[in-house]
């Protein structure tokens, strides 16, 4: 009985013992999953050796923490939890980031939390992606990133706030997507913007005010949509803004004040659209402007007074539309600029009518300075009522055929001194800054036929220069052009004179009799035939 006391404490170390060993091994384990856990956060994103990961990131320098630029490629499907988002702790000073996603639908949202975690990150791409919208607020708050290139992920919808409160934003890419309308309240905050490119998308419909808080956007490109009308309230908050595209659009007219909203406005393009009418005030307030192009459209008037809000544009592009006649009314406000060596009018690939009305272009080739412009200017055709019909049709189908032998051929047919000199020459009038980006060629080489029929009439296209400017023919003045003679207008009152001379004709037929003194007029018409 003496004996059991022993017994008890044998008992009792031994328990004590066994309880030690057991929370030793059970820190052990701990220790070991925090150490396996750390390992997996060290991951290296620049330098993955495992081929089942779905992302894979070339860097600019592979030592951990210390690349600025990555660009990875997306390999497989890559959900919001996948651990291999976690490899980015091994470069948190990324600036410029970069996703180019080779499986489709492998990539189909932001992530958000990633772009969060890298505070030093100012460039962002995602290419190729398949992302259907943007959230709300899925950029927002994020303070160092400058330019957000979202190109080519079949987006369809931008939703309100998706970029808000971004004090450095400066650039947003969202070309060649399938975004169909853009909302009010999308770009919210933004004090540092100047680029917004939405071209190659759906858009049919830009919502009143839908970009009213780009107050500093000096750029906005909308080319290639869908878009019908505009308005002013369309651009309503953009003051700054010193160039709008909107090229290869539905436009149909462009009405008075469209562009009121934007006074800083110094390039316009509205090629490639539908436009029938502009309003004689659609383009009041631009007092900036200095390109305008309307190209490719169906204008086949003009209003007398369509310049008079634009009047310091010197690069007017009106080619391949339907005008039958340009007047000196229509040019009066911007006719000064066309002095300057680099100003540039485009007029080739009309129906213009060979009349009186077309007088006031031997006074701007004979006065400007711009030897290209004098250049394009003489290459101008007009059409002409034919005599005798039949003769002529039959005349430009031999010129017609003949066309298309030196068309194949044209080594053969072109002088040889002329074969260097004046290919140099249209080679340089058609290579500037404009033409190299919208390949447009001169329309005087599209070899047409030299007959048409034009209102009912067969029309033969002459060189407008070849034919003498006091035997145009003056058509009977319509009743417009007899009220605007009738009433006081500075359009035909103050119609100024060349420095050498020369007269700048007025658009009415009348006007262009009644305004020069008999005296005066034979001797004008006489210097008029030995310039041309």
Not at 306 to 315: D, M
Not at 467 to 476: D, S
Not at 511 to 523: A, G, N, R, S
């Amino acid at each position: 009985m003496r004996q059991l006391p022993w017994i008890f404490v044998f008992l009792q170390v031994l328990l004590l013992t066994s309880l030690l060993s057991s929370s030793r091994s059970a820190s052990t384990r701990s220790r070991g999953k925090k150490k396996v856990a750390k390992e997996t956060k060290e991951v290296n994103i620049c330098e993955i050796e495992d081929p089942h990961v779905p992302i894979y990131c070339y860097c600019n320098d592979n030592v951990v923490r210390n690349a600025t630029e990555a660009k990875c490629l997306v390999l497989s499907s890559l959900d919001p939890n996948d651990p291999s988002w976690d490899y980015f702790d091994s470069q948190i000073y990324l600036q410029e980031l970069t996703f180019n996603v080779k499986m489709l639908d492998s990539l189909d949202y932001i992530p958000t939390q990633l772009l969060r975690q890298l505070k030093n990150l100012q460039k962002i791409t995602f290419h190729y992606a398949k992302i259907d919208e943007l959230p709300d607020y899925v950029f927002s708050n994020l303070s160092t990133i400058t330019d957000i290139d979202l190109n080519k992920n079949s987006i369809t919808a931008l939703k309100t706030h998706a970029f808000e409160n971004m004090k450095s934003l400066r650039v947003v890419s969202l070309n060649e997507n399938r975004i169909t309308e853009i909302n009010r309240h999308t770009f919210v905050n933004l004090p540092s913007m100047r680029s917004l490119l939405l071209s190659h998308n759906n858009i049919s419909t830009l919502h009143d005010k839908a970009f009213k808080h780009l107050t500093t956007l000096e750029e906005l490109e909308l080319s290639d949509n869908r878009i019908k009308v505009i308005t002013g309230d369309s651009f309503h908050g953009l003051r700054n803004l010193v160039r709008l595209d909107l090229r290869n659009n539905l436009i149909d007219m462009i009405g008075g004040r469209t562009f009121i909203e934007m006074p800083s406005l110094q390039e316009l393009e509205l090629d490639s659209n539908k436009i029938v009418y502009i309003s004689d005030k659609a383009l009041e307030g631009l007092r900036n402007l200095r390109k305008l192009s309307l190209s490719d459209n169906k204008l086949a008037t003009l209003e007398p007074d369509f310049l008079a809000g634009a009047p310091g544009v010197y690069f007017l592009d009106l080619r391949d539309n339907q005008l039958k006649t340009i007047t000196f009314d229509n040019v009066k406000p911007i006719v000064t600029n066309m002095y300057n060596v680099t100003s540039h009018f485009y007029l080739n690939g009309n129906k213009l009518i060979c009349d009186c009305k077309l007088a006031w272009i031997w006074g701007l080739r004979n006065e400007t300075k711009n030897r290209k412009l004098r250049n394009a200017l003489e290459k101008l055709t007009c059409f002409l009522e034919s005599n005798n019909a039949s003769q002529k049709i039959n005349n430009a189908d031999l010129e017609w055929n003949e066309d298309f032998k030196i068309a194949r051929n044209p080594k053969e047919y072109v002088p040889e001194n002329l074969r260097t000199a004046n290919i140099e020459d249209d080679n340089a009038y058609l290579g500037d800054e404009y033409e190299t980006e919208d390949g447009y060629e001169d329309s005087n080489f599209d070899f047409q036929s030299k007959v048409q029929l034009i209102e009912g009439k067969s029309m033969q296209m002459k060189n407008l220069f070849e034919l003498k400017m006091e035997e145009l023919p003056c058509p009977e003045p319509s009743r417009e052009d007899l009220m605007a003679s009738e009433q006081p207008s500075s359009r035909h009152e103050n119609a100024p004179v060349g420095s050498s001379g020369s007269i700048w004709f007025s658009s009415s037929a009348k006007t262009i009799h009644l305004e020069l003194p008999v005296l005066v007029y034979p001797f004008v018409l006489l210097l008029s035939s030995l310039f041309t």
